[in-house]
């Protein structure tokens, strides 16, 4: 028999509105939706959710959960749970793991380890390099993210940067093109600069002047002229500059546009100001720039120039990030605190709450063509995240999930919680508590 539940008197938060109602789970869909719904038996679980919020769970595209080959800063188990407590209930891992996801056979590989570990729903990023053509055009674009291509340092094979191997890329798949946009050239240049001056222990707060906003809008600009002239589908991830945002449009819906962008939670919440306190731990790539670039992305967000908020989720344990300038690492744990945060914005009166769920759950879901996923409407995928906007709680260590045991948000207080995870129609999270079921689904896409 089909597991049922409902949950009464919640406020609804979908689509642009909020409206109160009840939910009317079945299996794993969503059965119902309305004003007032009656158990029709008692086989089912009543829920009261007075005074609550509820929203689709969210889908972040761009993780680094760091398995198979650097399990030692996490895995799939422990930031898929770490996710599922902060309300992201899918999520698309990138290729740059060892080995990296370069072959259809290392792809399928990471499909089997997730299906046996992840708390979340799992999806993965192909990589393109220079030379990896032929597999990339025996993908299944229904059964994988899309591909992901690296235009500025990155580890290994996967920095693209033979220009007739991408036109070519770009010109043979019609798959999602996402791109970490940073130009080689300008970075190595800027780099070799304070290097010279300061040796490995350049000062952090230099971190934005050498991964500059020239080095990122010369690269952004340039995908985007590739994308035109190829006509190729174009996701440029993580903005980082005001600049870059005069590269994109808001004149047509989303489900139109060949070239989207995205912003992550740390380019609007931190601002080269906060180098000073948080050293590496807010050290990303590309970099936190000033607070004139974060008002501009805030900006660009709520215009709809820019599409989807994401986290790029890459932890590094703490003795990493402790080393000389040279030697830490960039990137940092977001999953748990991404909502949250976004919440805390909402309360600060930054964002709507409607539009915290536009960008973070509909527009994904839009954007990858994820299947029934991102939206509460009946005969979706029973995936809900019920929130607490007036219960508050601080980061610390202890109620810190990521493997790599730390976040940049430590010690910051947030109003919002959330309460409780439903994946798959189970409830898998309550009250910072677990559930041993495990409900998580490989995401599809109808495209």
């Known amino acids: 028999m089909k597991k049922t539940t409902l949950i009464k008197n919640v406020n609804i938060v979908n689509e642009g509105t909020i409206f109160s109602g009840d939910i009317l789970i079945e299996g794993e869909y969503i059965k119902q939706i309305d004003e007032s719904i009656s158990a029709k038996s008692s086989n089912v679980n009543v829920f009261d959710a007075e005074g609550k919020y509820v929203l689709p769970g969210a889908i972040d595209d761009q993780v680094h959960f760091r398995e198979p080959g650097l399990t030692h800063k996490a895995n799939i188990e422990t930031e898929s749970k770490a996710a599922i407590a902060g309300g992201i209930t899918s999520f698309i891992e990138m290729p740059n793991t060892n080995p990296q996801t370069t072959t259809i056979e290392e792809l399928e ?4 380890r997730a299906s046996k570990t992840s708390f979340a729903n799992y999806s993965f990023m192909f990589g393109g390099t220079n030379d990896n053509l032929e597999e990339i055009l025996k993908l299944d674009v229904n059964q994988v993210a899309g ?6 340092s990155s580890t290994g094979n996967m920095l693209v940067d033979d220009a007739e191997v991408l036109e070519k ?50 690269s952004s600009s340039k995908a985007i002229e590739l994308a035109k002239k190829t006509g190729a589908r174009l996701h440029v991830f993580h903005l980082s500059t005001g600049k870059e945002t005069s590269l994109f449009t808001n004149k047509i819906p989303l489900e139109e546009k060949k070239i989207t962008a995205e912003v992550c939670i740390h380019h609007l919440w931190f601002s080269d100001e906060d180098y000073e306190k948080k050293g590496a731990l807010i050290k990303w790539n590309p970099a936190v720039k000033t ?21 790029d989720h890459a932890p590094h344990t703490i003795a990493e990030k402790k080393n000389v300038y040279t030697n830490a690492p960039s990137g940092g744990p977001l999953v748990q605190h991404a909502l949250p945060a976004m ?30 996923r991102g939206f509460i409407r009946e005969g979706y995928f029973a995936d ?16 810190i999930l990521y493997k790599c045991g730390w976040s940049p948000f430590e010690g910051a207080t947030f109003k919002s919680r959330i309460t409780h995870t439903f994946l798959n129609g189970s409830l898998v999270y309550q009250n910072s508590k677990f559930s041993n079921v495990k409900s998580a689904k490989r995401l599809t896409f109808n495209r």
């Open 169 to 218: 890329i770009f010109k043979s798949t019609n798959m999602l093109i996402s791109v970490h946009c940073e130009d080689e050239g300008t970075i190595k240049k800027n780099f070799a600069k304070y290097h010279d001056k300061y040796g490995d222990d350049i000062p952090i707060k230099y971190h934005p002047k050498i991964r500059s906003e020239e080095a990122c809008y010369l």
């Open 384 to 399: 809900l995240v019920l929130v607490d906007l007036n219960n508050p709680w601080t980061v610390k260590k202890e109620n």
């Open 343 to 372: 919440l805390e914005m909402y309360h600060r009166g930054r964002i709507s709450i409607e539009k915290v769920v536009e960008k973070m759950c509909h527009n994904p879901a839009i954007l990858f063509q994820v299947e029934r």
């Open 109 to 112: 590989n990471k499909f089997k």
């Open 291 to 311: 607070s004139a670039d974060r008002d501009k992305l805030w900006e660009a967000l709520l215009d709809d120039r820019i599409d989807v908020i994401a986290t």
């Open 147 to 152: 591909l992901k291509l690296f235009l500025g």
